[in-house]
């Protein structure tokens, strides 16, 4: 009887142990879950590759296109400038994505905001003036990465840096259309059917973009 008895206690005191460790494990998988969604949302990648100054290629085989930011073409000045600059910030690093509206564009690249650490690159991109910003309706300028990303871009125009260092032979106003998001030329084919009432005008090409404007891809203002 009194060895039954042990053997009872012992089997009581295992079940409690068992319970007390499902219960710690339990609140540490919780806990965990918690720090992982209060602390920093976003899918974590090594970028691999840098292809221009706003795409690159993530272990994995993904490739990134930065989002609102637009940097040159090749043989357009400053191409290899910003090409060089989103390198040196990137290249086998480890990014942090935070994605607006589609995660990926037509060519299945994934469309996104970048941090490294706590640096936003698209928002450096344009303090250096090596882009334009670029925004569609997904990435509209109530969100806090593109309000930041317009005041990096409106510090770069008032101190004349990259970009906004070339000499361009001014229009005599440019245009664009309402709710529209691209600055364009008066004689720019874009917008030979806007109506009057649907135009916004402005004096000089700085004053458009300085609103959040892009400039048009056709008549490249
Ligand atoms: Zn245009």
């Not at 012992?10 to 918690?34: D, H, K």
Request: proline share 5%.
């Amino acid at each position: 009887m009194a060895r039954s008895a042990k053997a009872n206690k012992q089997r009581r005191l295992i079940q409690i142990a068992l319970v007390i460790s499902l219960a710690i494990l339990f609140l540490v998988v919780r806990f965990v879950e918690r720090v992982d969604e209060e602390g920093e949302p976003g899918d974590r990648f090594e970028i691999v590759r840098v292809s221009d100054g706003d795409s690159m290629e993530l272990r994995g085989g993904d490739r990134l296109r930065l989002l609102a930011v637009d940097t040159p073409e090749k043989r357009e000045p400053l191409y290899q400038e910003a090409t060089n600059f989103t390198s040196d910030l990137t290249l086998n690093k480890i990014g942090r994505l935070v994605y607006a509206g589609a995660r990926r564009d037509k060519y299945g690249r994934l469309l996104a905001f970048l941090y490294i650490d706590s640096v936003l690159i698209n928002e450096q991109i344009l303090r250096n003036g090596l882009g334009y910003l670029y925004l569609f309706k997904d990435t509209d300028l109530d969100r806090p990465e593109v309000r930041l990303m317009l005041q990096a871009q409106r510090e770069a125009i008032d101190s004349k840096i990259g970009l906004w260092a070339i000499e361009r032979a001014p229009e005599p106003y440019y245009v664009a259309a309402a709710g529209a998001f691209r600055l364009h030329r008066p004689g720019c084919r874009s917008i030979r059917k806007l109506a009057p009432h649907n135009s916004r005008i402005f004096d000089t090409r700085e004053e458009g973009l300085r609103t959040g404007l892009s400039p048009c891809r056709n008549c490249k203002p």
